[in-house]
């Protein structure tokens, strides 16, 4: 998998200096789009290599969930670049429109069939690790720039047959709001993740009522669900249970963690057995007020509680 990135890494740079420079030599704003696209999809590539990366190291006492939100906050800062990018890209596009340059249609459908052989080349060699959420995002990104690079060539065309020179602006402003929208539901996404927001493929509910069925509990509360990654998900929860020898505590922390993963893909949880309940509010622990916030305020659950992992 490595290798395959690091080799779309290789091809995607030639191909952004190539866009770069002949859209300069051609006068053709679609293909700067094109240029500042496969910035996108450069960055894209690297974000994902450095998350493949990063999975492999450990985690320390000072990182004790290791370095999985690095690739999520390297790509919300990706996407905030490319809003810069796509708001650009549309203002140098509606100022052609206004001031038109002529164009070189015929280098302009050159460079940008190199870009979607590049593209599909690049697609179908990560379709085979396209299970693996990362690079399946990264197989989506390759295969929309495949479709825009096809229609860069359409345009030159078009200008070739007809002499529109607005035809150029106009693929500019479409790509710029291509770029806009993949990166604003980039935006919504990594910030839904370093908020620790429920995953959107989670729903709170049904996790809620799959474990109240595990038999042996009465209530869950205070239940929690947050990304660690895109895939990753952890849980912490309390759940109150029928009076019951703590011994037998670890059969029902089976059956609770059982439930989690195998329906639900959640391995790490935290769940803390309670013999009596805690006051509520929707659900979740009542807060305690802040001055009896101190050294001997642990207690107040009871007893008989447990951690498990």
């Known amino acids: 998998m490595k290798g395959i990135l690091k080799l779309s890494l290789a091809l995607t740079f030639l191909y952004i200096l190539a866009t770069f420079i002949f ?3 051609a006068h053709s704003l ?5 240029a500042g696209h496969n910035v996108s999809d450069f960055l894209a590539l690297a974000l994902s ?5 990063l999975q492999t190291r450990p985690a320390t006492d000072q990182r004790t969930f290791g370095y999985q939100r690095a690739g999520v906050l390297a790509g919300f800062v990706n996407a905030l670049t490319l809003i ?3 708001v650009w890209l549309a203002i140098a596009a509606v100022h052609r429109f206004a001031v038109p340059i002529t164009v070189q249609p015929k280098l302009m459908m050159i460079v940008a069939a190199a870009g979607v052989v590049m593209n599909g080349v690049i697609a179908a060699l990560l379709w085979k690790f396209s299970r693996d959420v990362n ?6 990104h390759m295969l929309s720039d495949t479709i825009s690079t096809a229609a860069v060539i359409v345009g030159g065309l078009f200008i070739r047959l007809t002499g529109f020179q607005w035809i150029d602006p106009l693929l500019s402003l479409l790509i710029a709001v291509m770029i806009l929208w993949s990166s604003v539901s980039i935006v919504r996404e990594t910030l839904h993740i370093l908020l620790e927001g429920t995953p959107r493929s989670i729903d709170l509910n049904e996790i809620r009522t799959a474990m109240q069925s595990v038999e ?4 869950v509360h205070d239940l929690h669900v947050w990304s660690l990654t895109a895939q990753t998900h952890a849980l912490a929860s309390h759940v109150q249970v029928v009076e019951m020898p703590l011994t037998e505590c670890e059969s029902v922390l089976e059956r609770l963690n059982h439930q989690l993963r195998d329906h639900f893909g959640i391995s790490h949880t935290t769940i803390q057995i309670e013999i009596t309940n805690c006051p509520t509010v929707d659900g979740c622990s009542q807060p305690p007020a802040p001055d009896a916030v101190d050294a001997h305020s642990h207690h107040h659950h009871g007893p ?3 951690h498990a992992h």
């Open 84 to 86: 810069v990018l796509s």
């Open 23 to 25: 859209g300069l030599r």
């Open 304 to 306: 008989a509680h447990s």
């Open 30 to 34: 679609a293909l700067l789009s094109e």
């Open 49 to 53: 290599f450095f998350a493949v990366y």
């Open 216 to 219: 042996g509990v009465v209530g």
């Open 135 to 140: 690079i399946r995002s990264v197989f989506l």
